[in-house]
């Protein structure tokens, strides 16, 4: 058993991480509602990738956990953005 | 019994714990990630069909869905902070609120897939087949795999979260072992991580 002593969140922390995820969860209603055409999608999809990262960083505790498990879920994230960019340089230029 | 005694002598390693869920985790962010690919090609090959069946959801009833979400992520990322205080009770509370908020979700999307249905939007519905393109009849089969996938990752969120209740309750959990606990956190919090991107993807890109 790990005797080390771990790191415990205060509660004010997770509920100004809730506080900005709700925050960027109606601004990306707002943006969303705006019509940009493409744009839209793109800011959309930013807004996830922000929200993701919060949820990641504080909610799942890697911002205090060992650095080796941050590394292995962007190695995950980056093997999904590879497979992404492969299968739409097939659509693409077909 | 031999097994109380073994169990006594269990060697519990945390961290291993931790990396078995993450790993396990790594293998749910593959299985969506997969689908938001069919999602994406296909929405590239049909943009103006997908914007018209995007449309016909309803974002209200969506972003009431995201903020139960998010709040009971934040309840169960507090109850870790809890037992680690080895505060059974407020443990024991915020874990209750989460599990309510988990079924509060699913009776939404329970009116929410009850009103498609009565609108004659199912998989396999005639009225769709007949009246809808191509494009929008992909985007509604994405929208209720997807969702309904999701929904059963709810469906088993709401199952551990009771056996981490459970196992709370036997004293089975404490501020010295509460493995079960953070991977359940860990669980839930996946699960929102997936409706993060299921939210914006079906009902605010129109």
Known sequence: MSSEKHHIVPYYV???????????????????SIELGSLTVAAALLFAVVKTYLVLIYFMHLKYDKPYIGIMVGAVFLLFVVVIIITFLDYLYR | ???????HHLPYDAEASKIGMWLFIFTELLLFGGMFIVYSVYRYLNPEAFHLAGEELNTFIGAVNTVILLV???TIAMSTSAIQKNDIRLTNILLGITLILAI???VNKYFEWGS???????????EMLSTMSQGEILFFGLYFVMTGLHALHILVGIALITWTLIELKQKKIHGEKYDLLENSGLYWHLVDLIWIFLFPLFYLIH
């Open chain 1, 14 to 32: 997770y509920v100004v991480i809730l506080g900005a995820l709700i925050v960027l969860t109606f601004a990306s209603i707002g943006i969303t």
């Open chain 2, 1 to 7: 019994m031999e097994n109380t005694h073994q169990a």
């Open chain 2, 116 to 126: 498609k249905f009565a609108h004659g939007i199912y998989p396999g519905s005639q």
């Open chain 2, 104 to 106: 509060v979700f699913l």
């Open chain 2, 72 to 74: 009971s992520s934040m």
